[in-house]
T-cell receptor, first 113, second 115 residues
Framework: EADIYQTPRYLVIGTGKKITLECSQTMGHDKMYWYQQDPGMELHLIHYSYGVNSTEKGDLSSESTVSRIRTEHFPLTLESARPSHTSQYLC????????????FGEGSRLTVL | AQSVTQPDIHITVSEGASLELRCNYSYGATPYLFWYVQSPGQGLQLLLKYFSGDTLVQGIKGFEAEFKRSQSSFNLRKPSVHWSDAAEYFCAVGEGSGNTGKLIFGQGTTLQVKP
């Protein structure tokens, strides 16, 4: 069983609020990722990190930011949420070296009113 | 650019019937291929993966998939579907060298199981 945790699982907030989605893993994986998933759609990579103090933007442009100060922690922040940010955000990790397999958290479903 | 296509958005099968979910990919070299399953309100769970070797790979929950290079396909199969298999299924290909963990996902296939 993979040990990767996301909080909150569900969040409903108003426009303009700052939010942070938490993601933690206890597997010691170097690589971590944030994917965005809209209903009925494929997942799109928005951020990734290959280790502490390393962060990169993914293929899908996002107004969110991430940080990687500790190996086990990879939070995602939106400074000013808008309705267009309404989506499900999935955090994942992968061992290094590895086979590219991702271990996913259960997701954070964000609704911005 | 790499891409993944899952032609079937929604499939309904009867419990006990066989299942095949289609996946086609676009990539020049030997791809790293994955099938994930997502139950409602949950994250994704890996069913199986292919990197090299035997083109028929076995996964969890009785699933298998066959890599066919000539058809650029990696179809998922199960001989007898259970009601608990109802979920969303995603095919994915590893971007670039494949083991970066950066995956390109298909749009997903929703599986409904009739009693």
């Amino acid at each position: 069983e993979a040990d990767i945790y996301q909080t909150p699982r569900y969040l409903v907030i108003g426009t303009g609020k700052k939010i942070t989605l938490e993601c933690s893993q206890t597997m010691g994986h170097d690589k971590m990722y944030w994917y965005q998933q809209d209903p009925g759609m494929e997942l799109h990579l928005i951020h990734y990190s290959y280790g502490v103090n390393s962060t990169e933007k993914g293929d899908l442009s996002s107004e969110s930011t991430v940080s990687r100060i500790r190996t086990e922690h990879f939070p995602l922040t939106l400074e000013s949420a808008r309705p267009s940010h309404t989506s499900q955000y999935l955090c994942a990790s992968s061992p290094s070296p590895g086979s590219g397999e991702l271990f996913f958290g259960e997701g954070s479903r964000l609704t911005v009113l | 650019a790499q891409s993944v296509t899952q032609p079937d958005i929604h499939i309904t099968v009867s419990e006990g019937a066989s299942l095949e979910l289609r996946c086609n990919y676009s990539y020049g070299a030997t791809p790293y291929l994955f099938w994930y399953v997502q139950s409602p309100g949950q994250g994704l769970q890996l069913l199986l993966k292919y990197f090299s070797g035997d083109t028929l790979v076995q996964g969890i929950k009785g699933f298998e998939a066959e890599f066919k290079r000539s058809q650029s396909s990696f179809n998922l199969r199960k001989p007898s579907v259970h009601w608990s298999d109802a979920a969303e299924y995603f095919c994915a290909v590893g971007e670039g060298s494949g083991n970066t963990g950066k995956l390109i996902f298909g749009q997903g296939t929703t599986l409904q199981v009739k009693p």
